[in-house]
């Protein structure tokens, strides 16, 4: 079971142009909404994250949006560059209970920024 | 650098071999989480140390995988009898808070 539906798979952005990625999560009780960035042969990144009782965190570039009812949540990344290109992944995380807050992750969407 | 290092960064491996992987975390990070990553997919999460004690496996870790983390410092993941569906990329993640996460480059695993 899929707990973070994330899309779309691929996407293709003209410089300068708003990139937009989306989620969605099943379990309520995820409390934490990180989105990281990976480039070919590295680990993820941390990128921006937020908490389920904020709408919207903005860093530079990068906006979260979350609507708690929808149990969606999206990464905008606005004035899009070549050096942009890399795969995003949302993910989510519970405290188990045991003492682990571990990450659930979308299946990640590969951004290309084209010149 | 002062981020999370891990050793190898690529192992190729003949099916049936064992190999172990090595994570040193950030300095004074407490939480230290293993993922796996397949191709395609996002990281799956593997097990959890607090300090040199490990308190929560996934059921991805079969038997064949065992992990420590003596001394509450650096991490091993070591998988015996390697198979196929072993190959992967193997992520260490260390925290010192609740949320937040930080990841190494990673191991690239291929088993032959």
Redesign the interface.
Known sequence: QQQ?K?SPQSLIVQKGGISIINCAYENTAF??F?W?QQFP??????LI?IRPDVSEKKEGRFTISFNKSAKQFSLHIMDSQPGDSATY?C?A?L??G???????????TKLSVIP | DTG?S?DPRHKITKRGQNVTFRCDPISEHN?L?W?RQTL??????LT?F?NEAQ??K?RLLSDRFSAERPKGSFSTLEIQRTEQGDSAMY?C?S?DR?????????T?LTVL
């Open positions: 973070v994330q409390d934490y990180p990281y042969g590295k680990g993820p990144a941390l994250a992944f993910a995380t405290y188990s045991a003492g682990s807050y571990q990450l659930t992750f979308g299946k990640g | 999370v891990q939480r989480y993922y395609g997919q996002g990281p799956e999460f959890y607090q308190l929560e996934s992520l993640a925290s609740e949320n937040v996460q930080f990841f190494g480059p990673g690239r």
